[in-house]
T-cell receptor, first 112, second 116 residues
Framework: RKEVEQDPGPFNVPEGATVAFNCTYSNSASQSFFWYRQDCRKEPKLLMSVYSSGNEDGRFTAQLNRASQYISLLIRDSKLSDSATYLC?????????????FGRGTSLIVHP | DGGITQSPKYLFRKEGQNVTLSCEQNLNHDAMYWYRQDPGQGLRLIYYSQIVNDFQKGDIAEGYSVSREKKESFPLTVTSAQKNPTAFYLCASVGQRDGLAKNIQYFGAGTRLSVL
């Protein structure tokens, strides 16, 4: 079983739509959780960290459910510029190191 | 500006050749990582280093080698033993932001390696 799983999409939505992505992880000892955004042929960039209490940054809301081992990202009022691949990242401590595991990414296409 | 610099942006390898990808950071981060990304795939961990003069194999270390002689530098060598090296290679360092979340990965712009 893959450690971090995401629906690859693509999610094709109109401008102004609300879209939600989910990500599941298999290691219950995982400690840190993030959503990254990756544009075509570019490096990933941090979108937001994810906390159990939930956190919001403008139109983006992230949630962590430790009991069910999933992370979600909600994007409200989608913009054309939101089109990208969204990567779920889970970090686990191992032998004094922090090992990040990336999902394959969910592709979002926002159209006019 | 603080950040991570990868060079070159594009690299071509001939059969049987070793090539080295550069990664330099001025963020004063201890931990550095190398990833490989294939089209439509997620990032896969090649090697990582938590401190100078120490590094560990990731999930796909075969055919690659690294060194960590300086805190700022973590070069990756793609050896001739790596039979399918064509991919997008990303270097990252890990640090804290705004005194809040830990273990945030900061990436370089990547190197695209192709085989001639």
């Amino acid at each position: 079983r893959k450690e971090v799983e995401q629906d690859p999409g693509p999610f094709n939505v109109p401008e102004g739509a609300t879209v939600a992505f989910n990500c599941t992880y298999s290691n219950s000892a995982s400690q840190s959780f993030f959503w990254y955004r990756q544009d075509c042929r570019k490096e990933p960039k941090l979108l937001m960290s994810v906390y159990s209490s939930g956190n919001e940054d403008g139109r983006f809301t992230a949630q962590l459910n430790r009991a069910s081992q999933y992370i979600s990202l909600l994007i409200r009022d989608s913009k054309l510029s939101d089109s990208a691949t969204y990567l779920c990242v889970v970090t686990t401590a191992s032998g004094g190191s922090y090992i990040p595991t990336f999902g394959r990414g969910t592709s979002l296409i926002v159209h006019p | 500006d603080g950040g991570i610099t990868q060079s070159p942006k594009y690299l071509f390898r001939k059969e049987g050749q070793n090539v080295t990808l550069s990664c330099e950071q001025n963020l004063n981060h201890d931990a550095m990582y190398w990833y490989r990304q294939d089209p439509g795939q997620g990032l896969r961990l090649i090697y990582y280093s938590q401190i100078v003069n120490d590094f560990q194999k990731g999930d796909i270390a075969e055919g690659y080698s690294v060194s960590r002689e300086k805190k700022e530098s973590f070069p990756l060598t793609v050896t001739s033993a790596q039979k399918n090296p064509t991919a997008f290679y990303l270097c990252a360092s890990v640090g804290q932001r705004d005194g809040l979340a830990k273990n945030i990965q900061y990436f370089g712009a990547g190197t695209r390696l192709s085989v001639l």
